[in-house]
């Protein structure tokens, strides 16, 4: 198990440095510049001088070389547009985001795989029919219109929950970011479930354990629902990833102060550093998910082995 | 020499008229909302030239001037008095001796002294170096040729002396947040940025980046009774239909409208109400490089002015959220021209003006443009068909906004649409058409006019504000000849304002930028 740990923890090593470099690559070569967003000034010696001072003056393999190096110590560097450094600018909004992510997964495994099960228990019943519209709807609306839908319902129509704003963190805050975010994935997974549950109701091991005489309840319990944890948790993990890309979206509709909102500020004034950092975090966090599920496996499944 | 005194009191006239009969009511909160982004860029001013970012700013620190929304110009606040010299270059400014930074210390003249030293450190790159530079023997600090600079001395603790490199009005260079003064001894520190310390009206107590910036009163501010409210957040909200839900459930007392907004909440009874507008300082146009070969002929330049039914594009695609621009100078200025007729749509004149200048087939340009809504690629759009009428095809070519800034300064483009602050200095609005300025500085269509250079000129000599004024009305007339731009629109600003809140100022220099201490809520705001 610690050398899988450890084996897999160096894996991690190639991947970061290839997002870092692809970062860097694509900003370096798309047009616009922290200089022209940060000073609208007329003389070109100011330009040059703030070049110099944010060490874009140096050729791109030094640069990168430079960056390397800090990070290497833990320094992601410091952010060209508010001068923090930018591990300062994450550590402030990692939370916030994770807390999103989070909340968005509880709902949508909490509701998407038990909607699921129910749905393969009876496939082709009116409860299958009913929770595959919803996980079908849930995978083709857009978040950016259910947000909309969900503040103007709950927060103008019922007054039960505040339109947009981070407050001070309550739960009350957290609802209707999480729900919107949170839609999607619970459609793929009383999809994935339904279909995962659907295969192994018809797979040689269940088939013998009716035939043993054991109960239905008994062989959805021990054999079905187990088997298909598996293949739900693949999906999950998956889907932590695609979560910290979509909830740039939320968090920008509902001011959520995540990292997601630092992205897009970043990118749209091309502050190198904090895009690169908000950008590794993610990946990071990518990285530590699917590690997690990969060690969870074994857990639900002693035949998985860590060779 | 000539004196000018402060009038303090007098601000209170920025407040619309029917908060004027009112006595305004002590406590509660106020909850602005920020609409430009998805956070604001920094909580040291100095180095941020983002409209967002003086939302806050306002509030938290303040400058040597200040913009007076009610007179349309800026007035002195945190000098009581400035003597002008005879000849109009050394300013004598006596300042306030009832102002307390945050930390409770009182503001002298080292600290404006040290603020605007720090402004001009040309490893920085402060964006407000661009006002301070208009100080004798700054630029030498910013080049690093000097550690100081010469011409701003302290006479005593409470008045400095400012030589100026032209005849100006200083007034329009040190009202803006950029040009805030720090406290000398704590803004060194590192601490400073995230707990920034002013010398506004509220003083700072905690900032949820992307979220929000929180301000409580300043007891010690230096206008007697001021400010009313005993809180103020600034929350970031850079999604407009967030923000819609928002104001409609009244959690926030202000929201920025844009064009379909703005129909929408004048349809409605209910929201009518709350609008206010102002025409900004804000000149949207076409560009055209005078390099390109057809756009160096003045009669293309007119036939595209004619060739557009800019009416038909503000009422219909801008839903009325624009004033038509008649020539540079917005509507606000102070050398606007009344008098002045904006083109009229004829395309006939177009076809006619480019025949004579030699296009009778017309011809092509490429049009660089950004995403914008209101100057951006569904203008753009809407104006193709109508040149094409007329013979002239243009070729869109798309770029983000940070890019087109980049593309306008460079240079690099046959025409581009953009919008551009000419304002509130109208004197250096037009001086971007004068042949000395750099084309990278705001002279974008490298427009060279000898007749122009001379009326620009000689307003920067006279005396007489009269005068100056009829001299840059005259320059902004010669631009309308000259077309150089397609004159598009000024800026409405819209925002919808809760009824509560009361005390808002139409301010031309950008609505959100509220002077706060001026702001009071009601009984009725439901953030007590």
């Not at chain 1, 944010?54 to 560097?77: E, H, M, N, S």
């Not at chain 1, 739900?232 to 001011?255: D, N, P, R, W, Y």
């Not at chain 1, 550093?273 to 998910?289: D, K, N, R």
Request: aromatic content about 10%; charged content about 20%.
């Amino acid at each position: 198990m610690l050398s899988f740990l450890i084996r897999r923890l160096l894996q991690t090593i190639p991947t970061v440095l290839a997002v870092v470099l692809l970062v860097f690559v694509l900003f370096s070569v798309v047009p616009g510049s922290i200089v022209s967003s940060m000073s609208d000034d007329s003389d070109p010696q100011v330009e040059l001088r703030m070049k110099k001072q944010l060490g874009l003056d140096d050729p791109l393999y030094v640069r990168f070389g430079a960056y390397i190096a800090k990070l290497a110590t833990g320094d992601f560097g410091t952010s060209f547009r508010t001068r923090e450094p930018v591990t300062a600018m994450i550590a402030k909004r990692i939370w916030p985001t994770l807390q999103l992510i989070f909340a968005a997964m509880a709902f949508s495994v909490v509701i998407g795989v038990p909607l699921g099960f129910i749905a393969a228990l009876k496939p082709g019943g009116i409860v299958d029919t009913l929770a595959m519209i919803v996980a079908v709807s849930g995978l083709s609306i857009a978040k950016f219109w259910l947000g909309l839908v969900l503040m103007y319902l709950f927060a103008l129509k019922l007054g039960w929950l505040p339109s947009f704003g981070y407050g001070d963190g309550g739960l009350k805050y957290l609802v209707l970011p999480a729900v919107t975010l949170g839609v999607s994935p619970m459609a793929l997974f009383a999809r994935t479930t339904r279909a995962a549950v659907l295969e192994i109701m018809t797979a040689d091991f269940v088939r013998t354990a009716r035939s043993k005489g054991m109960s239905e309840t008994r062989v959805v319990k021990w054999h079905v629902m187990r088997n298909a944890l598996v293949i739900i948790l693949t999906t999950v993990g998956l889907q932590f990833g695609a979560l910290m890309g979509q909830a740039v979206v939320v968090e920008k509709l509902f001011s959520w102060p995540g990292i997601g909102s630092l992205l897009v500020d970043s990118v749209l004034q091309r502050d190198i550093p904090a895009v690169q950092g908000s950008i590794l975090v993610v990946v990071l966090a990518f990285l530590a998910i699917n590690l997690l599920i990969d060690v969870l496996y074994g857990v639900i499944d002693p035949r998985i082995r860590y060779a | 020499m000539l004196r000018t005194v402060a009038i303090v009191a007098g601000l209170g006239l920025a407040l619309v008229a029917t908060a004027q009969a009112e006595t305004p009511r002590k406590g509660g909160t106020i909850r602005m909302t920020a609409p430009y982004g998805s956070s604001f860029t920094s909580l040291d001013i100095h180095t941020t030239q983002r409209a967002q970012d003086e939302i806050y700013a306002k509030a938290l620190h303040r400058s040597l001037y200040i913009w007076n929304s009610a007179e349309g110009k800026p007035v002195l606040e945190l000098a009581k008095e400035d003597v002008i010299s005879d000849e109009g270059l050394v300013h004598t400014f006596k300042l306030r001796d009832d102002a307390y930074f945050h930390n409770g210390r009182k503001m002298t003249a080292d600290d404006v002294i040290w603020s605007y030293n720090r402004i001009m450190d040309g490893t920085k790159a402060y964006p407000g170096a661009r006002y301070v530079r208009v100080i004798e023997g700054a630029a030498a600090v910013e080049k690093g040729q000097a550690k100081e600079i010469s011409g701003l001395k302290k006479i005593d603790d409470f008045t400095i002396e400012m030589k100026l490199t032209e005849k100006v009005d200083p007034g329009f260079y040190f009202f803006t947040a950029l040009t805030s003064i720090y406290p000398a001894d704590e803004a060194a520190k590192d601490s400073f940025i995230q707990k920034p310390i002013g010398l506004g009206p509220f003083k700072f107590v905690e900032h949820v980046p992307g979220s929000r910036i929180v301000l409580e009163r300043w007891d010690r501010f230096y206008k007697p009774g001021k400010p009313y409210a005993d809180k103020v957040i600034v929350l970031v909200m850079g999604e407009a239909a967030a923000r819609d839900v928002a104001f409609r459930n009244k959690e926030i007392d202000t929201s920025v409208l844009g064009p379909a907004q703005y129909v929408a909440y004048q349809a409605d009874a209910n929201l009518k109400g709350t609008v206010v507008e102002v025409a900004e300082v804000f000149t949207r146009y076409m560009g055209m490089n005078t390099a390109f070969k057809p756009f160096a002929d003045k009669r293309v330049r007119q036939a595209i002015n004619y060739a557009i039914d800019t009416d038909l594009i503000i009422n219909k695609l801008v839903k009325g959220k624009a004033y038509r621009a008649t020539s540079w100078l917005p509507l606000t200025s102070p050398a606007y021209d009344k008098a002045m007729k904006p083109y009229a749509y004829d395309p006939a004149k177009a076809k006619q003006l480019l025949a004579e200048a030699g296009y009778p087939q017309g011809f092509e340009f490429e049009w660089t443009t950004s995403q914008n809504e209101s100057w951006g690629l569904p203008i753009v759009s809407a104006v193709i068909p109508m040149l094409d009428k007329v013979g002239i095809k243009a070729k869109v070519k798309q770029v983000e906004t940070a890019v087109l800034a980049e593309v306008v300064r460079s240079g690099d483009y046959q025409a581009f649409i953009y919008s551009q602050a000419t304002g509130p200095d109208p004197q250096a609005a037009l001086k971007c058409f004068h042949s000395s300025t750099p084309q990278p500085a705001c002279n974008y269509m490298k427009f060279s006019n000898a007749e122009f250079d001379k009326l620009i000129d000689e307003a920067g000599q006279v005396d007489d504000a009269a005068k100056r004024t009829q001299l840059l009305q005259k320059a902004n007339a010669l631009l309308y000849e000259e077309a150089p731009v397609w004159f598009f629109n000024y800026n409405k600003a819209v925002m919808a304002v809760q009824p509560w809140l009361r005390g808002i100022q139409l301010n031309a220099t950008e609505l959100t930028h509220q002077s706060v201490e001026d702001l009071w809520v009601d009984e009725t705001s439901p953030a007590k």
